[in-house]
């Protein structure tokens, strides 16, 4: 199993939340990397651009990982698709008095479908009051957006980055049982559709939702080398 590690060189309109005010604010989450060719999870605070998806400015987080501080999660987590999802978490007390995203960003440079990374039990944090961003059904989300299908092509962090910047596409996230190419990240229930890679369903338990990169051909993120793909929260003030 691989150890989180910290690398370089691979590096319109919609809801707003508004909490608001001084004090204390967070995001905390849980993930699952079991794949023997899992890429690699950052995570951001998007600042600037009020409003809009994509552009303003991309703030790289350090976070908690599985009792850890990094800035990355990189390779193979889990040794099994039953084997239990991880606890993450970071403080956004840095950024207190802004209004801005939660971003994730997952590469991928292997040609494989054993990559498929999820996410779940996503919680905003602000003064006290929690509001979760799990998904609760097959519905389009009302809570993340996403790259279009099969990701963008990886050559560094930076470029990703600049990318994302300069302003580019969005989808809102879909089930893959609804459509399994709307976008570079999927919703989904149950186990994911290859063997050897991905949960075996949601860190709430069976039949409920989250969201991962299918890692197939012509699914998700597409099983090719050097992709990557954005998952972005709708907007908080915090």
């Known amino acids: 199993m691989a150890p989180l590690m910290s690398i370089s060189g691979l590096g319109g309109a919609n809801p707003s939340f508004a909490k608001g005010g001084a004090g204390e604010a967070s995001f905390s989450w849980k993930y699952h990397m079991y794949g023997s060719n899992m890429g690699s999870m950052l995570l ?10 994509s552009g303003g400015t991309l703030n790289r987080l350090t976070f908690t ?8 999660i990189s390779g193979q987590q889990q040794s099994s698709n039953g084997e239990a999802w991880r606890d993450a978490s970071v403080d956004l007390v840095d950024y207190l008095g802004t209004t801005g995203r939660i971003v994730f960003l997952y590469i991928k440079t292997a040609s494989s479908y054993q990559g498929d990374n999820a996410v779940d039990n ?3 944090t602000i003064n006290g009051t929690d509001t979760s961003l799990v998904e609760t059904d097959n519905s389009t989300s009302t809570l993340w957006w ?16 600049s990318t994302f910047e300069g302003g580019t596409t969005f989808n809102r996230v879909v089930d893959i049982a609804v459509n399994n190419d709307g976008g570079g990240w999927l919703k989904h229930d149950g186990g ?7 949960p075996s369903q949601s860190a709430r338990g069976a039949s ?11 699914q998700g993120l597409g099983s090719g080398s050097n992709r990557y793909a954005f998952l972005v929260s709708n907007e908080f003030t915090i």
Do not use: H, Q, R, V
């Open 44 to 53: 951001y605070w998007k600042t600037g651009g009020t409003g809009s998806i």
């Open 65 to 72: 990982a599985n009792g850890s501080s990094t800035d990355i």
């Open 122 to 124: 996503m919680t905003m």
């Open 146 to 161: 996403t790259i279009p299908s099969y990701g963008l092509t990886y050559s560094s962090i930076a470029d990703c980055e």
């Open 192 to 198: 994911t559709g290859s063997g050897g890679t991905g």
């Open 208 to 218: 409920e939702y989250y969201i991962y990169n299918e890692t197939s051909s012509n």
